[in-house]
């Protein structure tokens, strides 16, 4: 079983930068492949990124490629969302979640485990 805890949401003007971080807690934590979607107001919940359990893997959705950057620090059992360029379409609740030996789906349904998210906003 493993835990998520998302932090570092928050509210930035357009043009700005966040990082988001998901700290896992549990078993073998470096074993799962993380991913991270994000869920608007009124809207289907979609991919943003993510990374396989041994980084040989990395994808993004199309509308943040060249501005987001995932990574994760497997000695601080921790992933990240680098995000920049902010625009207000990436408002929305942020999730990580985890799928064991996993490659890094763009599906939510391969992931086992979630987060209960963080809040991004973006100002125009």
């Known amino acids: 079983q493993v835990q998520l805890v998302e932090s570092g949401g928050g509210l930035v003007q357009a043009g700005g930068s966040l990082r988001l971080a998901c700290a896992a807690s549990?078993?073998?934590?470096?074993?799962?492949?993380m991913g991270w979607f994000r869920q608007a107001p009124g809207k289907e919940r979609e991919f943003v990124a993510a990374?396989?359990?041994?980084?040989?893997?990395?994808s993004y959705a199309d509308s943040v490629k060249g501005r987001f950057t995932v990574s994760r620090d497997n000695a601080k059992n921790t992933v990240y969302l680098q995000m920049n360029s902010l625009k207000p379409d990436d408002t929305g609740v942020y999730f990580c979640?985890?799928?064991?030996?996993?490659?890094?789906?763009?599906?939510?349904?391969?992931?086992?485990?979630w987060g209960q998210g963080t809040q991004v906003t973006v100002s125009s």
């Open positions: 549990g078993r073998a934590s470096s074993t799962y492949a």
């Open positions: 979640a985890a799928d064991y030996l996993g490659r890094g789906e763009r599906t939510d349904y391969e992931y086992e485990h």
């Open positions: 990374i396989s359990w041994d980084r040989g893997r990395i």
